[in-house]
């Protein structure tokens, strides 16, 4: 199979841009970095002549051949740990994980070697990996294909965690995470594979881990997600700003390291704060953002820190749009800050 082909290119200050979908965005970091080094290899279930079951790897492996972009068996364990290997001899893997909802039995090997190594070894091994997984709800994909995982390897030093919302940063995220040093988690909104398109530069570039981005600029409250939740924080502050009310929309892309002073310097502005994520609500990685913002700045706010989250329940089969934070319940609890 290969991928579908980019809309025309357009010509920009920046050079040469196209549109792409994030999917589109992410098979294209993966080709110029397996072109770019040839320590790169790529690899997981189905990746290879199916190119993924969302065709993230499409025409991969006819292009560079089945030694660097590769099928594994049906074992997660086993992706991470060969991952694990590899890197600590050299190479520069990028596994696969075909949900993140199955990461689970490659878990010990993500938390106790790859994140370890560096420490372990006093520097002398390091493990630069990128572990690919799609993630998140809005597929219909119930409590097996739906999940968001991300906190449990926040918690665990040695590793980065990012998760893009946009094809511009899915491409250069993941090219400075194949490129670094250290182990990444690398997550990817499933729901917006297809549903994102933006313009990505056709030159090489890399986003920086750990630099988030303003989406929106405002003055009277601050909204702050990642991944997939984005279209919809965007989608409520448009209907804020019908009412009058200017909203900032911060996207953080990286959780660790997450960008603190832009998180700060926007809601020392603003003096309140929504966030949004579609993990469960308790210990999700915004509890994190929560507790640092009002550490920081508890004499600036002018109403309570205020999350948006998934429920902590099993993701449903069903009520798929109802367990997701979408525009009316982030708009409604910008109104609660508001009115504070």
């Not at 009412?243 to 502005?269: C, F, H, M, N």
């Not at 982030?330 to 109104?335: H, R």
């Amino acid at each position: 199979m290969t991928a579908t082909q980019p809309k025309p290119s357009t010509t920009t200050g920046a050079g040469e841009t196209r549109i792409l979908t994030l999917i589109q965005a992410i098979n294209e970091a993966m080709a110029e970095e397996l072109a770019r080094d040839e320590r790169v290899v790529v690899f997981g279930e189905d990746v290879g002549a199916r190119g993924g079951v969302f065709l993230a790897t499409a025409g991969l492996q006819e292009r560079f051949g089945p030694r660097r972009v590769f099928d594994t068996p049906l074992s997660e364990a086993s992706i991470v740990g060969a991952a694990v290997g590899m890197a600590v001899r050299g190479l520069r893997p990028i596994a696969e994980i075909q949900f993140a909802d199955y990461m689970g039995p490659g878990f010990d090997q993500i938390i106790s070697q790859a994140a370890k190594i560096r420490y372990r070894s006093g520097g002398q091994f390091t493990a630069p990996l990128v572990i690919r997984t799609p993630s998140g709800g809005g597929v219909k994909g119930g409590h097996h294909h739906s999940q968001s995982p991300e906190s449990y390897f926040c918690h665990t030093p040695g590793l980065k965690v990012v998760m893009p919302s946009t094809p511009y940063d899915a491409k250069g995220l993941l090219k400075a995470a194949v490129r670094g040093g250290d182990p990444v988690i690398y997550f990817e909104p499933k729901r917006l594979y297809r549903a994102a398109k933006g313009e990505v530069p056709a030159q090489d570039y890399t986003v920086e881990i750990g630099q988030g981005a303003v989406r929106r600029e405002g003055t009277d409250l601050t909204i702050i997600g990642y991944g997939g939740v984005m279209p919809d924080a965007e989608k409520a502050a448009q209907a804020l700003a019908a009412e009058g009310v200017q909203a900032e929309v911060i996207d953080l892309r990286s959780l660790v390291p997450w960008d603190r002073d832009l998180v700060l310097t926007s809601v020392a502005k603003t003096g309140r704060a929504v966030l949004v994520s579609e993990a469960p609500r308790t210990a999700n990685f915004m509890s994190e953002v929560a507790y640092t913002v009002q550490e920081e700045l508890f004499d600036s706010l002018l109403a309570p820190v205020l999350q948006v989250a998934g429920f902590d329940t099993p993701y449903p089969y069903v009520q798929d749009k109802v367990y997701l934070p979408g525009p009316n319940r982030i708009a409604a609890a910008c109104v609660r800050a508001l009115n504070y």
